[in-house]
């Protein structure tokens, strides 16, 4: 008989479908079909580089098991099966061997960059309360438009209140909607993944609420349009319906409780979400100490989310730089541009410890914003290689785009 093994698996329950495991899998052991996203136990050697980007957790789960199960397996399941208990005794060895792959790809990740680290001063988040069998169940408090009515992005900002039950978030957490019905297949709908917008103590504080940033998204195809299945389901909510959410996700891209932590927020369209809710929670505490630095890119005013709001804050709580990619009057600016008209701040923000660095939006922008930042640091004799690899490894550095 075979000696058990400990087979890596992804909990179809929880996973978004994101992609971000089988992005990141250096070897390739990451797959999916149109229902699940597997691994497959043949190519799979536990390095563990997927673990910390899934948003989710559904990546870290594990199985003792005589014989792997095969992707074909993986691919029908609704649910993760249960530990077979006989089986579960090796557990011990197999968390031992755990351990000494975690110890040897420390030191793998040193210098590296690192795995991504919740910052030092963040509190503790709540993680994985409500699963799709048993999600809480929240009110739509209000579903407002954000976006100028003229403009052809409809982005809307939806409160939801979950009543009695306890839904603890902190900024820069996620939640999942579980949209109703069935695709074409007869399947559930997966369950997506949305930023919460407001801070800890609620959108309307103390009153157990939250608030999304939702897009409607339409894909064409063929030129034929296609309502994205949960951004229609969340546009077109209506105040008092009743929503399944499940969640909270993130354990990483949390801002520091510190008052005197920096805080530079890079992101484009929906992705201001987190950013909202750390502004937010800095201007109910009255925090002045640590400076907030947001770059943000929208394609017009009109398309910038909470526009209207931000204006209104005070330099003295943040400084905006908001850029425009589709102006009739101006060059298209990106908010990697913006910043290396800004090298000055930028480089005395990157030579203080206490500053942290949020990128939030499209993937496209990842590679802009870090070429950006190498430019600067090279133009004050910086390395930006080490230096985002120190902030990594010491939760100053998070990145979440998609
Ligand atoms: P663009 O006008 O070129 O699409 P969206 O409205 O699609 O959510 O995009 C938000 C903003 O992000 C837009 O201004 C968009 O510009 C801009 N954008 C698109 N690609 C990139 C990129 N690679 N880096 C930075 N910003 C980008």
């Excluded at 699963?131 to 407002?144: L, Q």
Aim: glycine fraction near 8%.
């Amino acid at each position: 008989m075979s000696a058990p093994l400990r087979q890596h698996l992804i909990d179809p329950e929880i996973c978004i479908r994101c992609n971000t495991c089988e992005e990141t899998c250096p070897i390739n052991a990451v797959t999916h079909n149109e229902d699940n996203y597997v691994v497959d136990a043949a190519i799979c050697n536990a390095c563990l580089d997927c673990i910390s980007p899934c948003p989710t957790g559904a990546i870290d789960n594990w199985r003792i098991v005589k014989q792997p199960y095969s992707l074909e397996a993986q691919f029908e399941w609704d649910e993760l099966p249960e530990q077979e208990e006989d089986l579960d005794e090796a557990e011990g060895d197999a968390e031992a061997r755990e351990e000494e792959v975690q110890s040897l790809l420390a030191e793998a990740h040193e210098g590296a960059g690192g795995q991504a680290r919740a910052p030092a001063s963040a509190s503790k988040p709540s993680i994985n309360l409500y699963s799709r069998a048993e999600p809480a169940v929240a009110t739509v408090a209000g579903n407002f438009r954000i976006t100028h009515q003229d403009s052809k992005s409809d982005i809307r900002h939806i409160v939801l209140d979950f009543g009695p039950q306890s839904f603890p978030v902190l900024e820069g957490q996620s939640i999942g909607i579980i949209p109703p019905g069935t695709d074409e297949r007869g399947r559930p709908y997966h369950v997506r993944l949305y930023s919460v917008a407001s801070p800890r103590d609620g959108e309307r504080p103390n009153h157990n609420n939250l608030s999304l940033t939702v897009k409607r998204e339409v894909t064409y195809i063929g030129g034929i349009p296609h309502p994205g299945v949960a951004s229609s389901y969340l546009c077109d909510l209506q105040k008092g319906e009743q929503v399944q959410v499940t969640g909270p996700f993130g354990n990483s891209f949390l801002m520091p409780n510190d008052p005197e932590a920096n805080i530079v927020m890079i992101c484009t369209g929906t992705g201001s979400a987190p950013f909202r809710a750390m502004t937010e929670r800095r201007r109910r505490r009255r925090e002045t100490a640590g400076r907030l630095l947001l770059f943000f890119g929208a394609r017009t005013p009109g398309e910038l989310p909470y526009f209207g709001p931000l204006m209104k804050l005070p330099d003295s709580l943040i400084q905006k730089e908001l850029c425009f990619s589709r102006l009739a009057d101006k060059p298209k600016e990106y908010v990697q541009d913006r910043m290396l008209q800004r090298p000055e701040v930028v480089a005395e923000l990157l030579q203080d410890e206490k500053t942290h660095i949020y990128v939030c939006g499209l993937k496209g922008m990842e590679s802009g914003v870090s070429e950006a930042l190498e430019s600067i640091c090279r133009g004050k004799g910086l390395d930006w290689q080490t230096l985002s690899a120190d902030m990594r490894e010491n939760g100053r550095f998070h990145v979440e785009t998609y």
